[in-house]
Nanobody, 123 residues
Framework: QVKLVESGGGSVQAGGSLKLSCIASGTIFSINARGWYRQAPGKQRELVAVIGSGGLTKYSDSVKGRFTISRDSAGNTATLQMNRLKPEDTAEYFC?????????????????WGQGTQVTVSS
């Protein structure tokens, strides 16, 4: 089991910045990934950023160049720095953790979700 505790989020005006943090505890495999999904009312859930245990990152086109995902050296804490926020970034953001048995695995062995945090960007 992996427990994820999220913090950050809130309300900001367009052009502002917010930072989300996600602290994981429990059974974290050496090969893993952490990321954030967001869900806005009436819209499809979107995977906005992912970082692997090796440090590789991937972003959705909608946030590329504005959001930065990182994690500490121990790998327990991941951070999503969100800059130049837009009203369309308004959503509930969920931290997700995936464990993998090996680098070759396409499907994770298990996944865990945080409790979610609201981000609201006003114009």
């Amino acid at each position: 089991q992996v427990k994820l505790v999220e913090s950050g989020g809130g309300s900001v005006q367009a052009g502002g910045s917010l930072k989300l943090s996600c602290i994981a505890s429990g059974t974290i495999f050496s090969i893993n990934a952490r990321g954030w999904y967001r869900q806005a009312p009436g819209k499809q859930r979107e995977l906005v950023a992912v970082i692997g245990s090796g440090g590789l990152t991937k972003y959705s086109d909608s946030v590329k160049g504005r959001f930065t995902i990182s994690r500490d050296s121990a790998g327990n804490t991941a951070t999503l720095q969100m800059n130049r926020l837009k009203p369309e970034d308004t959503a509930e953001y969920f931290c997700v953790h995936w464990n993998y048995h090996s680098d070759d695995d396409v499907q994770p062995s298990d996944s865990y979700w945080g409790q979610g945090t609201q981000v609201t960007v006003s114009s």
